[in-house]
């Protein structure tokens, strides 16, 4: 039966506001019935004009249309263009513009209509549909300290101008962009030229882009894929988003949101998928996530989830990713459950598949797998016999071997020399190469000790056809256990003799069990000695090219020489990977990593946040603060005022101490304004917040609210048992018909997260307890009593005990009992040589010993015999008795 299941896409834009901070306008609007013309030298102190009709058509509506008109040589400064209006300021000629801030664009902001140089100093201009400076005459455009915010080009050369021509030049220099299509648009057919300098932004697609202009009514200007015109270049930032990512904190992605609210809470291990054949997307119904809820009951509403199509050889099908470690165990699973009950076929199209979204760290965090299995075997051998008469060369041969003196192709020699029925006597040689030949073995060994002759196996071969039937075998046999890839090491990485694989499972489970079942087995492709199966553990980094500079790590690197190091680089970005077949190694190697590559990051991070500011924000202005202002959590008049995104007005140092206590305390889920009285409650933007503690002390308190929200969730987090390891995980309910097991992606250790004890697949979680109360017993010395099983701690005395229960006398160090203390007391003497036997800081009679170990029982003598010499070392005075006089506890050494 097939599963029809129709997936609805479901896309969500969000749209950002961006504005431009212009200047307070100094009194009223005013609206213009006509142009102004201005000629010579205008300051308007921050005016504001416009023509009184809104912005409803985007075709060119002339000069008449214009708020200015500058006459050449004018001057135009300090003076906003409000926002209705068609054509903001038409320049005649050569031009100034000082300061001039355009509210909103409607045609173009900025004509430049004849010939000669137009200076646009300060100033700025905000959503524009199509351009702020169009330039129809002829000359250079220079563009200084401009700011533009939403836009589709800043400036663009007459695509199609009457009579087109050039060169028409522009300057772009210390300009600010944000949400700009294109910065620059020139003609480059014409010869016009644009030079960037100091300039920065973020959100420009595109910099500069070179067209082909035409003239008017010879169709359309259309762009080329040169770029010899355009000169120098402009520093781009990406777009901050209004949330905030920690990766690097107790192994664990946080999303913050406003207020430093946790939107998202991830772990590497969160995230499992399922494949689902045969889907018809012609299928009529409901949502794949409705069907899905339908079928299994799971409501994946609460979860991130991503869905895709594929097709193999006809087929479809469909990949579903959520985030849910326990997802596809339980979809599968309960699929099967129904299928017993239903006498239905549904779990037939349903199959887990690994996560291919599982986790995208950051580049100075990396990521952990051991999915892939080591595989080694030697290479087929066989044996030969040296037949001597003389037995004296025979054996005179056999200890030239093993002292190391001749090496006979790597094969071993047998500890003497088989007698034979006719006088004679063979030397045994085994596990020779398949090539080796009569004439090869006697190339090696000394004329003097040459055999009377050799029987040895026909020369063989082992090439590449017969590696690729054992690798068949191996694949066969890897593919009971689950499906993997194989592949053969090249024989210079492999130790001569020896034939090296690796099977790559798509799950580390399969792994672990191919270790388990197949490591020190003998099979049937392994002619000679056994096979040898090992987990190789790997740690991956894509870091930026630029880092591996460093002396440091480079040092780092050479450190470690017995792990294996792989690079790969592209044109900006080296991928490191650490791999070996010791976890330990390759888990403390990698925090070696981390911490170097976390410093660099984190200096990245500064140096862009602090340019970004710069850049971005630049027209950011001291917010006026009334003199009647009043901080909230001080009630004084603020000091370095800080103004929040709700109009609160804080002491910068209250402020700061603020959001530090309520995120370390916990008690709430954000940050929120306390203005008003309490009453404000509007969360703190992040923006907001980074800038006001800047990127340590922003990275700081996040920390602490991500540490908060563990400590208040005690049943959904717990952090590896292993020391050091600060990795959580999401405990599994007990009882719960899933495999809990998993790998901790830090340290490599493997645990079951129901019981919480470090054991794989093949133990049960009540043998796990188990073997962990044992040792745990055995830490704290219990034990419990032979006879009702009773546990007894011994915490001092000697080795006779009493169960308190059934009265049982029992000697400590072997468990037997006896049913009265003198039997005991007579065991522990004839089998330890006394009651104290083992117990350190007493010899086996009871009397202290100078030091923590216990006495020997009598009869055993210390190797150095030292007691020997006691008398004349007291006489010589290197030994000196306690104040007590006697030898034992109180012996004292002089240094």
Same mark, same amino acid.
């Given at each position: ?50 023509? !009184? ?31 209705? &209006? ?190 689902? #054949? ?10 794949? #996530? ?19 199509? !594929? ?36 779990? &037939? ?9 599982? #986790? ?38 056999? &200890? ?280 404000? &409650? ?129 000697? #400590? ?71 007590? !006089? ?10």
């Amino acid at each position: 039966m097939q599963t029809k299941i129709l997936v609805s896409a479901m896309l969500a834009t969000l749209a950002t506001a961006q504005t431009l901070n212009i200047p307070t306008r100094s009194g009223s609007i005013v609206s213009l019935s006509a142009p102004s013309v201005i000629s010579g030298s205008k300051d308007f102190g921050n005016k504001e004009f416009d023509r !009184g009709r809104p912005c409803d058509t985007d075709d060119d509506t002339g000069s008449e249309s214009a708020v200015f008109i500058l006459e050449n040589g004018a001057t135009l400064s300090n003076v906003i263009i409000g926002a209705n &209006q068609l054509e903001g300021v038409h320049c005649k000629a050569a031009c100034t513009l000082k300061n001039v801030w355009f509210r909103d664009v409607c045609e173009d902001a900025i004509s430049a209509l004849g010939t000669g140089n137009v200076l646009i100093q300060g100033g700025g201009a905000q959503n524009a549909i199509d351009k702020v400076v169009q330039h129809n005459g002829r000359g250079t455009v220079t563009i200084d300290g401009f700011t533009v915010v939403t836009a589709g080009k800043l400036y663009r050369g007459c695509g199609d101008c009457t009579n087109n021509g050039g060169p028409r030049n522009v300057v772009i220099k210390n300009v600010k962009a944000k949400n700009v299509k294109e910065l620059v648009g020139i003609n480059s057919n014409y010869g016009d030229v644009a030079t960037i300098s100091g300039t920065c932004g973020s959100s420009v697609p595109k910099v500069c882009q070179e067209y082909k202009g035409v003239n008017k009514g010879s169709g359309s200007s259309t762009k080329v894929t040169t770029t010899a015109n355009c000169k120098g270049y402009m520093h781009l930032f990406p777009e901050p988003s209004k949330d905030y990512a920690l990766q690097s904190l107790m192994g664990s992605q946080i999303s913050f949101g406003p207020g430093a609210e946790i939107m998202r809470f991830s772990l590497p291990n969160d995230f499992t998928a399922i494949r689902i #054949w045969n889907i018809d997307e012609e299928a009529p119904g409901p949502s794949f #996530w409705e069907n899905l809820k339908a079928f299994s009951g799971y409501d994946a509403h609460q979860h991130k989830e991503i869905a895709r199509y !594929g097709t193999v050889e006809g087929v479809r099908y469909i990949d579903v990713v959520l985030e849910d470690a326990h997802f596809a165990q339980n979809i599968c699973q309960g699929f099967r459950e129904l299928d017993r009950e239903m006498g239905t076929t549904r779990s &037939q199209d349903l199959e887990r598949i690994p996560s291919y979204v599982s #986790w995208r760290p950051e580049q100075h965090v990396g990521f952990t797998e051991a999915r892939t299995v080591r595989l080694t075997w030697n290479k087929p051998r066989k044996n030969a016999h040296l037949i001597f008469f003389d037995r004296y060369k025979a054996e005179q041969l056999t &200890q030239l071997w093993h002292e190391g003196q001749i090496d006979l192709f790597g094969g071993s020699v047998h500890d003497e020399p088989l007698p034979l029925q006719n006088s004679g006597y063979a030397v045994r040689l085994r596990g020779l190469p398949l090539n080796v030949t009569q004439k090869d073995i006697r190339s090696r060994i000394p004329k003097d000790l040459m055999p009377n002759s050799i029987i040895c196996g026909p020369e063989g071969v082992y090439g590449n056809k017969e590696k690729c039937n054992d690798l068949t075998t191996l694949k066969n046999l890897l593919d009971t256990i689950g499906w993997s890839t194989v592949e053969l090491l090249p024989e210079a990485d492999v130790p001569e003799g020896m034939v090296c694989a690796t099977a790559r499972f798509d799950f580390e489970e399969d792994a672990r069990r191919a270790v388990g079942k197949l490591d020190l087995t003998a099979q049937s492709f392994v002619r000679y000695g056994i096979l040898k199966a090992s987990s190789l553990y790997t740690a991956i980094f894509c870091v930026p090219k630029r880092w591996m500079s460093d002396p440091l790590l480079q040092s780092v690197i050479k450190r470690y020489s017995m792990i294996s190091f792989k690079m790969t680089s592209s044109s900006d970005d080296v991928i490191i990977k650490i791999e070996n077949t010791d976890s330990k190694s390759v888990a403390s190697i990698r925090r070696v990593f981390v911490e170097i590559f976390g410093g660099y990051h984190r200096m990245t991070e500064d140096e862009e946040h602090h340019q970004f500011e710069e850049c971005c924000r630049p027209q950011d202005s001291e917010a006026a603060v009334s003199s009647e202002s009043e901080c909230p959590v001080c009630t004084g008049e603020p000091s370095e005022p800080v103004r929040s995104a709700c109009g609160h007005v804080y002491c910068k140092q209250c402020y700061v101490h603020m959001v530090e206590s309520k995120a370390k305390s916990g008690t709430e889920s954000s940050l929120k304004c306390i203005g008003g009285y309490g009453a404000c &409650q509007a969360p703190l933007p992040l923006s907001e917040l980074r800038g006001v503690l800047q990127m340590d002390g922003y990275r700081k308190l996040l920390e602490s609210v991500a540490k908060a929200h563990v400590r208040k969730n005690p049943f959904n987090y717990r952090s590896c048992p292993t020391p050091k390891c600060q990795q959580l995980y999401r405990p599994t309910p007990r009882g719960a018909n899933i495999n809990a097991v998993a790998r901790c992606p830090d340290c490599f250790v493997v645990l079951c997260t129901a019981c919480h004890e470090p054991h794989d697949e093949t133990v049960s979680c009540k043998g796990a307890e188990e073997t962990a109360t044992t040792e745990l017993m055995a830490t704290l010395n219990i034990k419990g009593c032979p006879r009702c099983n009773t546990f007894i701690e011994r915490t001092e005395g000697c080795n006779h005990i009493e169960c308190g229960c059934c009265h049982a006398h029992i000697c #400590w160090v072997c468990m037997k009992y006896y049913l009265d203390s003198l039997a005991c007391y007579e065991h522990m003497a004839e089998a330890h040589g006394g009651a104290f036997a083992g117990i350190p800081g007493y010899d086996v009679y009871g009397e202290r010993v100078d030091g923590p170990i216990a006495a020997l029982p009598p009869g055993v003598e210390d190797e150095d015999d030292e007691s020997e010499d006691d008398e004349e070392d007291i006489e010589e005075g290197e030994i000196v008795q306690d104040n007590e !006089g006697r030898r034992g506890g109180g012996v004292l050494f002089r240094a």
